[in-house]
């Protein structure tokens, strides 16, 4: 997605009022003349830095690779700037007794710089260790119409992956497919966002997406970025070639992909299934809405357990949840991603998903479940601060 002129515009602002109080502090307060002009020349290249991310495109538009390399730059912008804002608040609160004609607290302007260190390396730290730190998740679900058996049931669901910001590096992936074949799920589910803009990022990832092994198979959903829709497309024709590209590639990679449809898996007693329901994306408007649900199981109402895949949770709070006659036992959704960055149960995605940004969450009946996984991959900016990429194992139990 292009970057609006009117948030370069207050980015390029926002550079230059911070370089600015940083240049007259250092040229106030140092004795020689070297750090103002160290400030200066690193405010001049960084200006030049911005310029370059927010008006060259870098084919970023058309290109995967193009818009890797600028993931990354704004990601190094992000992380410079962020340390300085940080500085400067210690700063500005250490000039407070100026006002009343006290001294400035200059330990609180060292404890600024102490600070703007932290938040640096948190952010680099985010990019280059914990953005690759599995967390495997286990949780019992309790389902009173359970067959009998499927008593002890091994789901194993993983969710946004956005492989293009990975570009040809399959080693995470790899590390992800190891982790999820030792715990021996019996299916195993992906909830959306395969992709980042184009079905040929994938392309790489097939041969280790295909590893995946469950007796029950692989099942997947669509997600917002997984049908084209933040690409420019010359022409319509060459955006549905993608989306057949992205369902071929699942399909080379053995997984079955469900189109606003189910499928029934049986068990070992005659009688005994549960389905695996599959919606397309349910977009928040004012994004399309793909999915419906009254397609994918027309008799949504009856006795089956029945487990729901779909991509954005906000279907489940606005749909599934409020409506009784939608009996499905379990949803899994993905899409939030806890905006990569979670200390605790705290996330600044609940804000925005407050009833539905990561976890497991209940209907009022007691009897129906949400679980949101926040993802395993990254998009916007290539780092996660505490939310760690996940795999979560659910046992079904009656």
Not at 82 to 103: C, G, H, Y
Not at 152 to 174: C, E, K, M, P
Not at 316 to 340: C, E, F, I, K, N
């Amino acid at each position: 997605m292009r970057i609006s002129l009117i948030l370069a515009a207050s980015a390029l602002i926002f550079q230059l009022l911070v370089d600015t109080y940083l240049y007259l502090i250092a040229k106030r307060r140092c004795h020689q003349p070297g750090p103002a002009r160290f400030q200066l020349f690193q405010g001049a290249f960084f200006l030049l830095y911005a310029l370059v991310i927010f008006f060259i495109p870098a084919r970023r538009a058309s290109d995967s690779a193009g818009l890797g390399i600028v993931m990354w730059m704004v990601f190094g912008y992000l992380t410079v700037y962020a340390a300085k804002l940080t500085f400067i608040i210690f700063d500005l609160a250490a000039s407070v007794p100026l006002l009343f004609r006290r001294r400035r607290l200059r330990w609180l302007s060292r404890a600024g710089i102490a600070a703007a260190a932290v938040v640096a390396l948190t952010m680099l730290w985010g990019a280059f260790v914990n953005r690759k730190h599995i967390q495997i998740n286990e949780v019992n679900v309790k389902i009173a119409s359970l067959p009998d058996s499927f008593n002890g049931y091994r789901v194993a669901q993983i969710s946004d992956l956005h492989l293009g910001t990975f570009g040809n590096d399959t080693t995470f992936i790899s590390q992800l497919v190891d982790s999820i074949n030792a715990l021996q799920p019996n299916i195993i589910v992906f909830t959306g966002d395969l992709v980042n803009q184009r079905a040929s990022e994938a392309e790489p990832f097939i041969a280790p997406l295909g590893r995946l092994e469950a007796p029950d198979g692989v099942f997947s959903i669509l997600g917002n970025h997984d049908y084209g829709d933040y690409v420019q497309w010359p022409s319509e024709t060459e955006k549905e070639e993608n989306m057949e590209m992205l369902m071929d590639h699942q399909i080379a990679m053995g997984w079955e992909l469900l189109t606003n449809s189910s499928e029934v898996i049986y068990g070992n007693a005659p009688g005994d299934s549960i389905v695996i329901v599959g919606v397309e994306n349910w977009g928040d408007p004012p994004f399309p809405q793909y999915g419906n649900i009254d397609l994918a199981y027309p008799t949504s109402g009856d006795s089956a357990t029945k487990i729901l895949l779909t991509h954005n949770p906000r279907h489940w709070t606005d749909l599934v949840a409020p409506t009784d006659s939608l009996r499905y036992a379990l949803t899994l959704s993905g899409h939030t991603h806890a905006m990569q960055f979670q200390i605790g149960r705290f996330s600044p995605a609940q804000f925005r998903y407050p009833d539905c940004w990561g976890g497991l969450y209940t209907a009022p009946d007691g009897q129906r479940h949400l679980y949101v996984n926040i993802g395993a991959g990254t998009v916007g900016f290539p780092m996660r601060i505490g939310a760690t990429p996940e795999i979560t194992l659910f046992t079904l139990t009656k």
